[in-house]
């Protein structure tokens, strides 16, 4: 069974070796590409210096466009499982084995990285976990399904999930906008308690300036997913 490790990175020059040496040594069942998203600083340079497997995008089409391009090159390679494994160095490569044992023995199409069912290791910050409880009970309402932990980028799939993402994935902040869709198709999707780390370099993506935004956007996106065929 051959399963690959998508690590999407935009400009992680400060977190991306640290990653690929974790799931390096802690993963050596699995294969990794990092998708390098137009990065402006030295991410890039980094991945080539050290011979890490990487492709590079030439325009930044964001952490969709650059977690689809990861699941066309599992599809397009064969992969029977992939997973999302962001470059900030917040996810532990140590569990990935437990998620693709649980993923085929459950024959599962998604399992999520959850730090809310142990709620051990770095939990976010106050206002983000206020969002995440908000994202759990609106998933919830529409679906019937608890994700405790919708946000995560944590999140492994089988081959049917791959296709599925490799034709079409969200743009904008896409996990729970993903895990809504394919509940809503009846896929099987369970969590996992895995422990997450504090980001030690860079910033995220989701500011407090755009946070409003976010919640909006994303609400949006789910509700129109309940209404997709």
Same mark, same amino acid.
Do not use: W
């Given at each position: ?168 994935? !969200?743009?904008?902040?896409? =996990?729970? @906008? *993903? ?6 198709? %009846?896929?099987? $999707?369970?969590?996992? !308690?895995?422990?997450?780390? =504090?980001? @030690? *370099? ?6 407090? %300036?755009?946070? $409003? ?17």
């Amino acid at each position: 069974m051959k399963k690959l490790v998508i690590i999407p990175a935009y400009n992680e020059s400060g977190n991306i070796e640290k990653t690929v040496h974790d799931v390096i040594e802690h993963a050596p069942g699995f294969d990794y590409v990092i998708v390098n998203d137009c990065s402006t600083d030295d991410t890039l340079k980094i991945c080539r210096k050290n011979g890490f497997h990487v492709l590079s995008l030439p325009v930044n089409l964001g952490i969709g466009g650059g977690v689809q391009t990861g699941y066309l090159y599992a599809m397009r390679n064969g992969y029977d499982i992939a997973v999302q494994f962001d470059g900030d160095g917040q996810h532990n490569a140590s569990y990935l084995e437990e998620m693709a044992k649980v993923l085929t023995e459950k024959q599962l199409d998604m399992v999520i990285g959850s730090r809310y069912i142990a709620k051990e290791g770095f939990q976010s910050s106050g206002l983000r976990r206020l969002g995440i409880r908000y994202f759990t009970g609106l998933i919830r309402v529409l679906t019937r399904k608890k994700i405790t932990d919708p946000t995560s980028g944590m999140r492994m799939v089988n081959r049917r999930v791959i296709e599925i993402f490799a034709a079409d994935y !969200p743009k904008d902040y896409p =996990e729970p @906008e *993903s895990v809504t869709f394919l509940l809503k198709k %009846k896929l099987k $999707v369970e969590e996992i !308690p895995v422990r997450m780390n =504090e980001r @030690e *370099s860079g910033v995220s993506s989701i500011s407090l %300036k755009n946070s $409003v935004y976010y919640m909006i956007k994303v609400t949006l996106a789910i509700l129109v997913a309940m209404l997709r065929r």
